[in-house]
């Protein structure tokens, strides 16, 4: 095992995602994008508060697009770490990955959302001792889900504060992505609103966020790959 450094990682990861983008976008995209375009045309209107969300709104705005992307990640997770894998076999070994990731995911997302509650950084810390490796491990390893936990606990081992940063980096990343994908497409939609297009600007206002979200999830998957190629790599 070496040692991780935030920015190496973000270089690295950035690197291997830009060399594979039309190939992992295309694998990702029936996952992460076509559901958030159906979702937000066809589903339950957006709560116009946190505090206002239903159990459905939050079903179908969260739980479910969550869980169909989350199988996206990890084909997107075998592709970086198996390069010359075809999108076929990224795919079954995400059909294979995906019950132990998902129960993992939730096992371990109690003690990250007690960190959250308490304090953001100890959430996030914990994130990335515990969830943020599961899905690379789920993918080349396999195992059970408490074994993907204490597999991904031991990978991290020494390693959470670079970790951590690094996530830090990719939360920011994140909400910048969210930001401009929403103002590009409520943009575009009030173009071809003015036009008298308001379908296409509604369709327009539900595409260009979900591609940031096809985008976020391809980044995420190839973070986990990324690091964990790193961390179980024998020593030199």
Same mark, same amino acid.
């Not at 270089?11 to 994008?33: C, K």
């Not at 609103?193 to 096809?214: D, E, K, M, W």
């Given at each position: 095992m070496q040692r991780l450094s935030a920015?190496?990682?973000?270089?690295?990861? #950035?690197?291997?995602?830009?060399?594979? !983008?039309?190939?992992?976008? $295309?694998? %990702? =995209?029936?996952? *992460?994008?076509?559901p958030a375009v159906a979702i937000e045309l066809f589903g339950p209107p957006a709560p116009a508060s946190l505090e206002a969300i239903s159990n459905q709104q939050l079903l179908w705005r969260l739980a479910v697009p969550s869980l169909i992307a989350a199988?996206?990640? !990890?084909?997107?997770?075998?592709?970086?770490?198996?390069?010359? =894998?075809?999108?076929?076999? *990224?795919?079954? =070994?995400a059909l294979a990955a995906f019950p132990a990731y998902a129960a =993992?995911?939730?096992?371990? /997302?109690?003690? %990250?959302?007690?960190?959250?509650?308490?304090?953001?950084?100890?959430?996030?810390?914990? $994130? *990335?001792?515990?969830? $943020? !490796? #599961?899905? &690379? %491990?789920? %993918? *080349?390893? &396999?195992?059970?889900?408490?074994?993907?936990?204490?597999? /991904?606990?031991?990978? #991290?081992?020494?390693?959470?504060l670079q970790l951590t940063l690094f996530l830090v980096l990719g939360l920011f990343g994140v909400i910048g992505i969210g930001i401009l994908a929403e103002g590009a497409g409520a943009a575009l939609d009030v173009v071809a @609103?003015? /036009?008298?297009?308001?379908?296409?600007? @509604? $369709?327009?206002?539900?595409?260009?966020?979900?591609?940031?979200?096809?985008l976020v999830t391809i980044g995420v998957g190839g973070a986990s790959a990324v690091a964990y190629r790193q961390l179980a790599a024998p020593p030199r």
């Open positions: 920015a190496a990682l973000w270089d690295a990861m #950035s690197g291997t995602l830009r060399a594979d !983008l039309p190939r992992l976008f $295309f694998l %990702v =995209a029936p996952f *992460a994008l076509l199988f996206g990640q !990890l084909a997107a997770t075998h592709l970086v770490l198996r390069g010359n =894998a075809t999108p076929r076999e *990224a795919l079954a =070994a =993992a995911q939730l096992l371990g /997302s109690l003690p %990250v959302g007690l960190g959250v509650l308490l304090l953001i950084v100890p959430g996030l810390w914990l $994130f *990335a001792r515990l969830l $943020f !490796l #599961s899905g &690379a %491990v789920a %993918v *080349a390893e &396999a195992g059970t889900p408490l074994a993907l936990l204490r597999r /991904s606990w031991a990978l #991290s081992e020494g390693q959470g @609103r003015t /036009s008298g297009l308001a379908a296409v600007g @509604r $369709f327009l206002h539900a595409l260009v966020p979900a591609i940031g979200n096809c």
